[in-house]
T-cell receptor
Framework: AQKITQTQPGMFVQEKEAVTLDCTYD???????LFWYKQPSSGEMIFLIY??????QNATEGRYSLNFQKARKSANLVISASQLGDSAMYFC?????????????FGKGTLLTVNP | DADVTQTPRNRITKTGKRIMLECSQT?????MYWYRQDPGLGLQLIYY???????NKGEISDGYSVSRQAQAKFSLSLESAIPNQTALYFC?????????????FGPGTRLTVL
């Protein structure tokens, strides 16, 4: 079974609107962390936001927020007030605990296109 | 200056050639990683190293080898390149002392094997 599932290969949003990128995960480890990375067309990977499994509140970083629903094993990224520069690939990733040697596992990504 | 650098940035080589991709970091991080990215597959872990004497295989290590020459340098080698190793290769670093232990990525090396 895939550990990280991103079901939306592509998403479109109008500039200035909000968009939600879906991510579900699968782990039996009680201690884990969830990450979102952005990859613009230039290719670099940019860290956006982190959510720990024991965090009580949803993470926020500027226009990015993470809708963490632990019971449903989902960690959706919400981008508010979309900008043209938000057009990129977005990857969800999970880091599990000691048994997995803290390795990072990535989903296949969602390509977001922001329309003017 | 970039904190994580990769050389070369682009490389075209032929089947059977030996090739080395190099990664250097000035972040002072103890952990380093090599990933490959294929279209539609996300990033897959090739090798990772938690310090100079600790090297571990990732999901797809076959056909690759690594060397951690120093804390700041981590090299990936393809002993005999084959066309299906054509991909975008990323080096990354992390520091277990950081609150999130997030990984910082280099700019990537685009490798084409003909």
């Amino acid at each position: 079974a895939q550990k990280i599932t991103q079901t939306q290969p592509g998403m479109f949003v109008q500039e200035k609107e909000a968009v939600t990128l879906d991510c579900t995960y699968d782990t039996s480890d009680p201690s884990y962390g969830l990450f979102w990375y952005k990859q613009p067309s230039s290719g670099e990977m940019i860290f956006l936001i982190y959510q720990g499994s024991y965090d009580q509140q949803n993470a926020t970083e500027g226009r990015y927020s993470l809708n963490f629903q632990k019971a449903r094993k989902s960690a959706n990224l919400v981008i508010s007030a979309s900008q043209l520069g938000d057009s990129a690939m977005y990857f969800c990733a999970m880091r599990e605990g000691p048994r997995s040697n803290y390795k990072l596992t990535f989903g296949k990504g969602t390509l977001l296109t922001v329309n003017p | 200056d970039a904190d994580v650098t990769q050389t070369p940035r682009n490389r075209i080589t032929k089947t059977g050639k030996r090739i080395m991709l190099e990664c250097s970091q000035t972040k002072g991080h103890d952990r380093m990683y090599w990933y490959r990215q294929d279209p539609g597959l996300g990033l897959q872990l090739i090798y990772y190293s938690f310090d100079v004497k600790d090297i571990n295989k990732g999901e797809i290590s076959d056909g690759y080898s690594v060397s951690r020459q120093a804390q700041a340098k981590f090299s990936l080698s393809l002993e005999s390149a084959i066309p299906n190793q054509t991909a975008l290769y990323f080096c990354a670093t992390s520091d277990q002392g950081r609150p999130y232990n997030e990984q910082f990525f280099g700019p990537g090396t685009r490798l084409t094997v003909l």
